[in-house]
C-alpha cells in the first residue's frame, strides 16, 4: 500500500506562485506513477500533470508551459510547481500514485486563486 500526504494548498492571488507537494509513506523509486488531479466544485476530478519512473511527464493543456511536475525519489514526494496562476485553477488537488496495478489518493489540498 501507499499512503499519501498533499500540503501546500493556500489562497494565492492571480499571476502568483505556489508549490504543492505529496508525501508517499514509502519509496516512491519503483512507483510506476504519481501525479495530480483537480477538482472543482461541480466537476469531475480531471489530471493535471503526472511523471513516470523514467521521469517522462504530461500536462493538460491548460497547465503547460504554467506547471512544473517533479519527483525527489531520495525524499519519497512528489511536487506540482504552479505559475502565473488564473482563477481557473482554483480546485482541490489531489495526489494519485500508480503502484502494482493499483491507485492510490491523498485526502487533497485546496487551492483558491482569488484577488
Known amino acids: 500500500q501507499v499512503q499519501l500526504v498533499e500540503s501546500g494548498g493556500g489562497l494565492v492571488q492571480p499571476g502568483g506562485s505556489l508549490r504543492v507537494s505529496c508525501a508517499a509513506s514509502?519509496?516512491?523509486?519503483?512507483?510506476?506513477?504519481m501525479g495530480w488531479y483537480w477538482q472543482a466544485p461541480g466537476k469531475q476530478r480531471e489530471l493535471v500533470a503526472h511523471?513516470?519512473?523514467?521521469?517522462?511527464?504530461e500536462y493538460r493543456d491548460a497547465v503547460k508551459g504554467r506547471f512544473t511536475i517533479s519527483r525527489d525519489n531520495a525524499k519519497n514526494t512528489v511536487y506540482l510547481e504552479m505559475n502565473s496562476l488564473k482563477p481557473e485553477d482554483t480546485a482541490v488537488y489531489y495526489c494519485?500514485?500508480?503502484?502494482?496495478?493499483?491507485?492510490?489518493w491523498g485526502q487533497g489540498t485546496q487551492v483558491t486563486v482569488s484577488s
Open positions: 514509502r519509496s516512491i523509486f519503483r512507483i510506476n506513477r
Open positions: 511523471i513516470s519512473i523514467d521521469g517522462r511527464t
Open positions: 494519485y500514485a500508480f503502484y502494482q496495478g493499483y491507485t492510490y
